[in-house]
């Protein structure tokens, strides 16, 4: 009988833990064949059983279905905490009482307190119905600003004079006073439209004594000496003012970014008498620039905004970020006439089309 011996097998048999199995020590012969033969016809098991694939298949895709249900529900919980936080911030104390110039007076600025929870949590709520709507695409400053953001530095303004009472928009360069070239179409626009903006004001002026009756159009003075005529009343078009002023309403409807959608957008006459002054207060929002066309500036008028004077000039534009703590004031003397500046909301050039599309549909006029 021929016998041999085989390290390779040697190793085989090892690695399958049975040494001695096959011939013994490693020798084997021709009578060891036919078990051989038995044993190759085996079938090969496959390293991964077909129902254990399958088992890891499952447990793989529950894995990240619970992953994603987790997402889900850490961007629902941030919300839910900002909601929390401002609601336990407590009330937002008035600002002290003033005029606001072309537009409804601000709760802040009547010496009324504000909720500010209520307030954040109605901006979060539309803001997600947004996006449910539409998209959270862009949407970053603004769901910052929703969610109660800090003002400039982490504080509440710059050097507190800075102070936007309503909605602070994050990461928009800050300046009391912002350059023509940022809306140029726009400023454009109203100073070749001076003359006839001008003769609307002299078709609804009058003599601002305050003994007779209010004209038709006019808003009750919402401090001494301080009148208004609004075409556009937090984002509302005033019809019949409108028709009286169509030179004005014209030039409003071919401005680019006028706030005309929006609770923050108003536009109208505003009428400053002699010896009158509105002290210093913040507007709603530091997401709007105002623009002042001057009309009629006798001597004697200042505007001060962030600590920079500045004054108007008829026939010419000033753009103010009326989020600044700011002031006005006619020092002239009666005989000067009234100070007198058309006055309209436009959006804060660093604003992009989404965010103003979704600010817009968050603070949207009442119907």
């Avoid at 407590?90 to 005029?99: E, H, I, L, M, T």
């Avoid at 923050?264 to 066309?293: D, I, K, M, Q, Y």
């Amino acid at each position: 009988m021929w016998k041999g011996n085989s390290p390779g097998c040697n190793q085989g048999a090892a690695m399958e833990g049975t040494s001695g199995e096959l011939g013994g020590q490693g020798n084997w012969g021709l009578e060891d064949a036919p078990g051989l033969l038995a044993r190759a016809s085996l079938p090969i098991m496959p390293a991964w059983p077909l129902p254990l694939a399958s088992s890891a298949l499952t447990l793989l895709l529950g894995a990240l279905t619970s992953l994603f249900l987790w997402y889900c529900y850490r961007l629902g919980s941030q919300d839910m905490q900002a909601l929390g936080a401002g609601s336990r911030a407590g009330a937002v104390s008035g600002r002290p009482g003033g005029c606001s110039e072309a537009g409804r007076p601000s709760p802040r600025s009547s010496g009324e307190s504000v909720e500010g929870p209520r307030t954040e949590g109605l901006v979060s709520r539309r803001l997600r119905a947004y996006a449910r709507r539409y998209s959270w695409a862009g949407m970053g400053r603004v769901r910052r600003a929703a969610q109660g953001s800090p003002g400039p530095g982490g504080g509440p303004g710059v050097l507190g004079i800075q102070r936007p009472g309503l909605l602070f928009l994050p990461d928009l360069p800050s300046a009391p006073f912002v350059p023509r070239d940022a809306q140029r179409h726009d400023v454009e626009l109203l100073e070749s439209s001076f003359p006839a903006i001008l003769r609307d004001f002299g078709a609804v002026s009058w003599d601002f004594s305050g003994t007779t009756p209010l004209p038709r159009g006019w808003c009750p003075p919402l401090a001494p000496g301080c009148y208004q005529l609004l075409l556009y009343q937090a984002g509302r078009c005033q019809p019949s003012n409108c028709r009286r002023c169509p030179g004005a309403y014209r030039a409003l409807r071919g401005l680019r970014s006028f706030m005309s959608a929006n609770t923050f957008g108003n536009a109208g006459f505003s009428v400053l008498l002699p010896g009158a002054r509105l002290e210093g207060r913040c507007g709603p929002t530091n997401a709007r620039v105002r623009c002042h066309l001057g009309l009629k500036i006798p001597p004697g008028c200042e505007l001060v905004v962030g600590g920079e004077p500045q004054c108007w000039a008829e026939g010419h534009c000033l753009l103010v970020d009326d989020s600044f703590l700011h002031t006005v004031a006619h020092n002239g003397s009666p005989e000067d006439g009234p100070r007198v500046v058309f006055i309209v909301d436009l959006w804060h050039p660093n604003v992009a089309g989404a965010e103003r599309q979704a600010l817009d549909f968050v603070f949207a006029p009442d119907p």
